[in-house]
């Protein structure tokens, strides 16, 4: 079989004696689109750091793109780490620069200082910035000023940054919690579309679970921090969903 994306293998993750990850186990293969569901403190978040090479299991391995990231150097570990792209919940961009600026961070894993030194004065690779607002459908945003964008338009901001990464697999954290419900749909079909057409795996953790439904094909249930179910999208009836959620929704 071929090497996939991400594996687990019986990891757990303990920050002193509470488990945000207990004993999980999972393959995610090349071009899949995975939505990672369950209540808040379920592991989600915790999920998606092991997988980004951000965070060490306490027990168990981890396997991104065949390598183990815990047995590389640092230079070796961001070179995988390039090949990962990250959406985050807040965005992280710098409100007070232009969004030229905030979309070629996503080439920061491999210019070099004076690369990225300069592009602060004369912004490099505009074509490419352009193309990635383009594909995300804020073009006429290039030379503006980030913090005069909608929510909306900064997620697309996020998203663009990512696709000048150019990476393997492409990362969401509740991508669509800060922004309404006709933006929501949006955001979500880019996403979709962005990966077949570049041909990217997709990981990307939901509440909303009819998002979960349409616009992926494989849903993992995670619940105090195990797999509740791993199963195509089809598969998941409301009254599992209903059994996952039916818990004291706790922020962790």
Known sequence: MPEPVFELKGVTVRYGAFAALSKVSLRIEAGERVALIGPSGAG?????????????????????????????????????????????????????????HNVNAGHLGRWSLLQAVVSLIVPLERSRAARALAEVGIADKLYARTDTLSGGQQQRVAIARVLVQDPVAILAD???SSVDPERSREIMTLLRELCDRFDKTLVVSLHAIEYAYSHCERMIGLRAGQVVFDLPAAQVSPQMVEALYRIRDVDV
């Open 44 to 100: 989600k978040s915790t999920l998606l750091s092991l997988l980004n090479g951000s965070l060490a299991p306490t027990e168990g391995e981890v396997r991104l793109l065949g390598q183990d990231p815990t047995r590389l150097s640092t230079r070796a570990l961001r070179r995988l780490q390039r090949q990962i792209g990250t959406v985050y919940q807040q965005f992280h961009l710098v409100p007070n620069l232009s969004v030229i």
């Open 174 to 176: 509740e991508p669509i």
